[in-house]
């Protein structure tokens, strides 16, 4: 468990300055040790890959924590904000982020951008896509929303 806990200091998800781990995140590895490798580890859990199965389970619950907005045309969204307008993703059914669908972009007035763009073809999972792209054109009909 110190390992993984170790991991997660260096990933910067914990204190470096802290005296102790917090007790929440040693039950949390303690509860992912014993439930044992996934099907995607290549052999026994490590520190570093039990590190990264406590990052992964809070980017899901993070995910799933995100609200699901529906526009009027039937189609349902995870709308993330961006620094300069919003992100949107695909619903899906386990409430995980599905793929980005298209961005609206903020004129500096604070205006919804009307030109619209497709999206590029990016997982919900990689690195953020640059932000020249706006609006959902291509899934959605209701561009007001």
């Not at 709308?79 to 669908?101: K, N, Q, S, T």
Request: charged share 25%.
């Amino acid at each position: 468990m110190e390992d993984a806990a170790h991991y997660l200091t260096m990933r910067g998800y914990l204190d470096p300055d802290r005296e102790e781990f917090p007790a929440w995140v040693l039950a949390e590895l303690a509860e992912l040790y014993h439930a044992g490798a996934c099907e995607f580890c290549l052999g026994p859990l490590t520190g570093s890959g039990l590190a990264d199965h406590f990052l992964n389970r809070k980017q899901e619950e993070y995910e799933r924590s995100i609200p699901v907005w529906a526009c009027k045309c039937g189609w349902a969204f995870n709308v993330l904000p961006e620094p300069r307008g919003e992100a949107y993703f695909a619903a899906r059914a386990d409430r995980l982020l599905g793929d980005l669908i298209g961005y609206i972009r903020l004129d500096p007035p604070g205006r919804r951008s009307s030109t619209p763009t497709p999206a590029p073809a990016v997982s919900a999972r990689s690195p953020t896509p640059s932000p020249n792209s706006s609006t959902l054109s291509r899934h959605c009909s209701d561009s007001t929303a």
